[in-house]
C-alpha cells in the first residue's frame, strides 16, 4: 500500500512544524505546500493535479467560510480528507469544522494532536481500501430504562438464530454492563482490554476476549468485573483504538451489536463514529420522550446525520393514549419501530439466559426487526430495512 499522501495549507511556523514532524515520525511525505500569499484556485489545481490523501488547513488561512473551504478541498479530485488546525479546542469551531465535514479538528498541544490525528487518518485509509465486512447496529437509551440492552441482547440473539450469522454482541456500557449478567456469560477480560490492545488484536487473542452466549452468539462484556453505577465516566478511548477494534471485529462478524448504554455520553459518542446506525430507545413517558427529542437534537448538532438514526418505541402499550403519528410530530423524527410490552416474558427470560422464546409477543417483534435488519421481508411485508439508506 502506498504512504499516505499530506498537502498543507498553513501560516503559523507551529503549525507547519507539528505536521512536518508527525508527518516525518510517520515516514510520510508533504507532497504539496501552499506558499505565502498564494491565489486559492492555484492551490486547488495542485491538489486536483497531485491528488493528496489528506491536506491541513489552519482556521485563520482560509479562503471564506470555513464550509468552503472544506468543501472546496474535498471535491477535488481525489477527494482528500481535510484536517483543521485552530488554536484552541473551542466549540463552536469544533462543530462549524463537524458541519463542514473535516475528518479531524486538531487544536494544541499540536505536536501530541497532530500525530493523533494522523494515526486515525492511516486507520480510516486502510478501512475505506478494505473489502467490504460485516456491519454495526448499535442500541442507545435516551435515557434509563428504556430497555435498549433488553433489545439488543435479544437482536443479537435473533440474527444469530434465525438468519444465520455470526454474530458479536459488545457491551459498551462500560458504567453499568448489564448485558453479561442479563445473558448469564462469564469472562475475565472486557472492552476495556480489546481496545487497550486494539492495534494487535487477531484471532487467537480474541478468543480470550469473548464468550459463548444464547444461540452461538459471541457476547465481549463491558470490562473483567462488573460495572457499578455511581462511580466515575470511564476514560474516553483514543479514537485510532476505537476504529481499529471495529475494523478488526467487521472483519471477524456478519453483524456486530452494541450496547451503547444511556444518554449521550463522550465514551459512546467515541463509538458511534465508528457505527453504521444507532437505535435510539425510548418508552411512551414523558421524560423518556422530553429526553429524546434532546438526545435527536444533541446527535445532530453535533454531526450525526439523520439517515444513521432509527427510533424505537419500546414498551409500547397495546391501547396507547397516543399515536405514533402524534408521537413524531412531538419529537420531531420518524418512529422507525415499536416494542411492544411483555412484562411477563421478560421476567421469565431473566430465570433463565436472559432471551424470550420466539413464540412471545416480543420474540415475535424481534424476529420482525430483524427480518428488516438483513433485508427480508419478513412477517410484515414491509419495503423499508434498517441498513437501507434514508
Known amino acids: 500500500m502506498e504512504p499516505l499522501r499530506i498537502a498543507i495549507a498553513l501560516e503559523t511556523a507551529e503549525a507547519k512544524n507539528a505536521v512536518r514532524s508527525a508527518a516525518q515520525s510517520h515516514g510520510l511525505e508533504v507532497v504539496l505546500e501552499q506558499p505565502p500569499n498564494a491565489v486559492a484556485s492555484e492551490f486547488l489545481n495542485q491538489v486536483s493535479r497531485l491528488r493528496p490523501d489528506v491536506v491541513f488547513i ?26 483543521v488546525i485552530h488554536s484552541s479546542p473551542d466549540p ?70 434465525s438468519c444465520g450469522k455470526s454474530v458479536l454482541l459488545a457491551d459498551f456500557d462500560r458504567e453499568l454492563g448489564m ?20 492495534q494487535r488484536l487477531d484471532r487467537s487473542m480474541w478468543q480470550a476476549f469473548v464468550a459463548a452466549g444464547p444461540n452461538g452468539v459471541h457476547v465481549l462484556s463491558a470490562a473483567a468485573s462488573e460495572a457499578t453505577a455511581g462511580e466515575s465516566e470511564p476514560a474516553v478511548p483514543a479514537p485510532d483504538r476505537v476504529g ?34 444507532t437505535c435510539l430507545v425510548t418508552t411512551m413517558d414523558i421524560p423518556a420522550l422530553h429526553r429524546a427529542r434532546r438526545t435527536i437534537r444533541t446527535l445532530l448538532n453535533g454531526g450525526y446525520t439523520r439517515d444513521r438514526m432509527r427510533l424505537i418505541v419500546n414498551r409500547m402499550p397495546k391501547h396507547a393514549d397516543v399515536s405514533v403519528g402524534e ?16 412484562d411477563p416474558a421478560v421476567s421469565d427470560a431473566y430465570s433463565r439466559n436472559g432471551v424470550v422464546a420466539p413464540s412471545t409477543t416480543l420474540g415475535r417483534q424481534i424476529s420482525v426487526l430483524a427480518a428488516r435488519l438483513t433485508g427480508q421481508p419478513g412477517k410484515e411485508q414491509r419495503k423499508f430495512r434498517l441498513f437501507a439508506r434514508a
Open 58 to 83: 489552519e482556521t485563520a488561512r482560509l479562503w471564506g467560510p470555513l464550509y468552503e473551504a472544506v468543501g472546496a478541498l474535498s471535491s477535488t479530485d481525489g477527494a482528500p480528507a481535510v484536517a
Open 92 to 161: 463552536e469551531a469544533i462543530l462549524e469544522a463537524m458541519r463542514a465535514g473535516a475528518a479531524e479538528f486538531i487544536y494544541p498541544p499540536l505536536d501530541h494532536n497532530t500525530r493523533r490525528s494522523l494515526d486515525r487518518l492511516l486507520v480510516l485509509r486502510e478501512g475505506r481500501r478494505r473489502p467490504a465486512a460485516g456491519n454495526t447496529l448499535a442500541f442507545l437509551s435516551v435515557k434509563g430504562g428504556c430497555g435498549a440492552t433488553t433489545i439488543a441482547c435479544h437482536m443479537a440473539t435473533e440474527l444469530q438464530r
Open 179 to 198: 448485558v453479561a449478567f442479563l445473558l448469564k456469560t462469564k469472562s475475565q477480560y472486557g472492552v476495556a482490554d480489546a481496545l487497550e490492545n486494539a
Open 244 to 277: 481499529r477494534f471495529f475494523q478488526f471485529v467487521r472483519s471477524q462478524y456478519d453483524m456486530t451489536v452494541v450496547d451503547l448504554g444511556r444518554g449521550v455520553t463522550r465514551v459512546n459518542l467515541s463509538a458511534m463514529a465508528d457505527i453504521d446506525y
Open 327 to 342: 408521537l413524531e410530530k412531538m419529537i420531531e423524527f420518524p418512529v422507525y419501530a415499536t416494542v411492544p410490552e411483555d
